[in-house]
């Protein structure tokens, strides 16, 4: 069995919008009343945890927050349990130094965070097109079915600007996808968002560097409103308009990419690029960025262990660019500049990308029997 989640769009009339703003609010605000207890307790030399909170909230929010009573009970509930969840991250990054560090919950805002409540899976909440959310007693329209059968295990409900979302979390069973035999390196780049081994090249949309213009005109708008007032919202709502329409195509070419890849190739080789560190060149900064290969390796990692195919990453120092394909000759040097590969010992003349594809599909065939895994090879195979 294997967890998927399917994120729709839902249409609310005015009064179910409202609905889910309060649940919201009540979520933000349960939030913030537990996060304040903790650090009173914690003061006070007492151990709190999210269990003896929710149990606390349980017994006075009917004199003290009888408002509480108008939205489902998993709103604040769920919001207690992931703050402990949070602080146990917080505790646990702590300890180990090792690991990635996580900063300590803070308090959200109404203004700044993003709204958005949960709901168990006791009763199912879909029905004949339309979500059901407890102590609401019209459905809401939803933008399609869901297209996963199986147990249903929780719904998220959400808000991206003027839009609401139910993402739905099922426990299904997966079809391995079939097996085709073949294995592909993929050169991840900037004028194309990448080149495949056999020649399949997937093209860089550059929606960034599309809409530029407009995104700069709307910052500028919203920069000079003043602050807390009607317009300078209505300037804030248009510009993340922009950036969702940016951040949703970008992820709908990534995944049609990522899907047609795991449908047709058994073994998929790329390399690990240091993202992080490339952005720090200011000339090519906007379009690393604008592209999404991190996006692009983690979902490409996530339908690789799906549907049952190897994914083999190479080392940050792998040579496939400086390497020729043909001889197996490795460059000393090879500037950004020089679109095409010229190996000074065979002669041979190649596309840049395409050479290093090639190199990333030799070393995908020394790997015949691992499964979804990454590789660290720093050295081009003999």
């Avoid at 958005?116 to 609401?136: E, W």
């Avoid at 906007?286 to 994914?311: D, H, N």
């Avoid at 490795?330 to 000074?344: A, G, Q």
């Avoid at 990333?360 to 195979?381: A, D, F, Q, R, W």
Wanted: aromatic share 8%.
């Amino acid at each position: 069995m294997t967890i998927k989640s399917h994120k729709i769009r839902l249409f609310p009339t005015k009064e179910q919008e409202i609905a889910l703003s309060k649940a919201a609010g009540t979520a933000r605000f349960a939030w913030n009343w537990a996060l304040s207890e903790w650090e009173k307790q914690y003061k006070e030399g007492l151990k709190p945890s999210e269990g003896k909170l929710r149990k606390q909230l349980n017994s006075i929010k009917r004199e003290q927050f009888p408002w509480m009573l108008e939205v489902t009970k998993c709103a604040p509930q769920a919001a207690i349990l992931n703050l402990g969840k949070s602080f146990q991250s917080y505790f646990k990054s702590l300890k180990n130094k090792s690991s990635k560090k996580v900063g300590k919950p803070r308090f959200k805002s109404k203004k700044d965070t993003k709204q958005s409540f949960y709901i168990d899976n006791v009763t199912r909440q879909i029905k004949n097109g339309l979500f059901y959310v407890p102590n609401l007693k019209s459905g809401i329209k939803m933008a399609e079915q869901l297209r996963f059968s199986g147990k249903i295990m929780s719904y998220t409900v959400s808000k991206d600007v003027d839009r609401w979302y139910v993402s739905v979390l099922v426990d299904t069973t997966v079809q391995e996808l079939s097996k085709t035999g073949k294995t592909v390196g993929i050169d991840l780049g900037i004028k194309t968002l990448a080149v495949m081994s056999d020649g399949t090249v997937i093209e860089n949309s550059k929606l960034l560097k599309q809409n530029l213009k407009k995104l700069r005109r709307q910052q500028r708008a919203f920069a000079r409103k003043q602050k807390d007032s009607k317009n300078r919202e209505k300037a804030r709502v248009k510009l993340a308009r922009i950036h969702r329409k940016i951040r949703l195509k970008r992820k709908d070419i990534i995944q049609q990419a990522t899907t047609k890849l795991v449908r047709n190739y058994d073994v998929l080789v790329i390399e690990d690029l240091s993202v992080s560190n490339m952005v720090k060149n200011r000339k090519l900064a906007l379009a690393i960025s604008e592209i999404g290969w991190g996006m692009f390796r983690e979902v490409l990692s996530q339908k690789c262990e799906m549907y049952g195919k190897k994914l083999i990453v190479a080392g940050k120092f792998y040579p496939s660019s400086k390497t020729c394909s043909n001889c197996g000759c490795i460059k000393d040097s090879l500037k950004l500049s020089e679109r095409t590969y010229n190996c000074e010992d065979c002669g041979f003349n190649i596309d840049r990308d395409l050479n290093a594809a090639i190199n990333l599909e030799k070393l995908g065939t020394c790997y015949p029997e691992v499964m979804p895994v990454e590789v660290s090879v720093s050295k081009p195979l003999k």
